[in-house]
């Protein structure tokens, strides 16, 4: 079992930064792939970037990519999500979330097995 908790969410102007931060439980986390989505009011979870168990592949949603910075610090237990240049539209709750994945999956949020709680980030214009 893997808990996922995640924190740095929080009210930012637009161009703004922030960063989100996701502690794991449990001795797996190493061997898992790691997730980034999020949920806007009255839309459907959408992938926002994702770490392979090594670090060695990275993706990005489009509407972040250039933005957005994923890392994960395995000693840590934990995954970032850097945000730069923030907009708007970026206001969603963000969830944390762990499994294993392909190239082909990765934005699949059915694939991941263990999600946190999420964290509100709000981005005002």
């Known amino acids: 079992q893997v808990q996922l908790v995640e924190s740095g969410g929080g009210l930012v102007q637009a161009g703004g930064s922030l960063r989100l931060s996701c502690a794991a439980s449990?001795?797996?986390?190493?061997?898992?792939?790691l997730g980034w989505f999020r949920q806007a009011p009255g839309k459907e979870r959408e992938f926002v970037a994702a770490?392979?168990?090594?670090?060695?592949?990275?993706y990005y949603s489009d509407s972040v990519k250039g933005r957005a910075t994923i890392s994960r610090d395995n000693a840590k237990n934990t995954v970032y999500l850097q945000m730069n240049s923030l907009k708007p539209e970026d206001t969603a709750v963000y969830y944390c979330?762990?499994?294993?994945?392909?190239?082909?999956?990765?934005?699949?949020?059915?694939?991941?097995?263990?999600w946190g709680q999420g964290t509100q980030v709000t981005v005002s214009s």
């Open positions: 979330a762990a499994g294993e994945f392909t190239f082909a999956t990765v934005r699949i949020d059915r694939v991941y097995d263990y």
């Open positions: 449990g001795r797996t986390f190493s061997r898992l792939g």
């Open positions: 770490i392979s168990q090594s670090g060695s592949s990275i």
